[in-house]
């Protein structure tokens, strides 16, 4: 797991290759384990590392990769633009998500 990347496809490559497979979505109850279909609360969440990449030519063109373990031992990726937060997601997902700048 490098420090930084050039883009976002080089980094989910790389994440990849080191065991970060499986595919994760934000939906209304948490975090959606695509292959699984099963919903993973906050708690059950570990992010433990985040890359943020932002548009060369639209600055509202920003994307964070998030890296996240579950307390079940599945280990994948979280691609969402910046404003997730206007959703639906429950507040402890935002709070375990949130970047502090």
Same mark, same amino acid.
Not at 20 to 34: I, P, R, V
């Given at each position: 797991?490098? /420090?930084?990347?050039s883009s +976002?496809?080089?980094a ?8 970060y497979?499986?595919? $994760?979505? #934000?939906?209304?109850?948490g975090?959606e384990? *695509?292959? *699984? *279909? ?6 059950? #969440?570990?992010v433990?590392?985040?890359?943020r $990449?932002e548009?060369?030519s /639209?600055p509202?063109?920003?994307?964070? +990769?998030?890296v996240?373990e ?7 990726? +979280? ?8 959703? /639906?997601?429950?507040?402890? +997902? ?8």
């Amino acid at each position: 797991m490098e /420090n930084s990347y050039s883009s +976002l496809s080089v980094a989910i490559q790389d994440l990849q290759k080191a065991g970060y497979t499986e595919d $994760f979505n #934000l939906c209304d109850a948490g975090l959606e384990h *695509k292959r *699984k *279909k099963q919903i993973h609360p906050a708690a059950e #969440l570990d992010v433990i590392k985040f890359y943020r $990449f932002e548009g060369d030519s /639209n600055p509202d063109d920003n994307t964070i +990769l998030y890296v996240i373990e579950t307390s079940s031992g599945d280990k994948g990726l +979280l691609v969402d633009a910046y404003g997730m937060y206007s959703g /639906n997601v429950p507040r402890d +997902l935002i709070e375990k998500l949130k970047i502090v700048r």
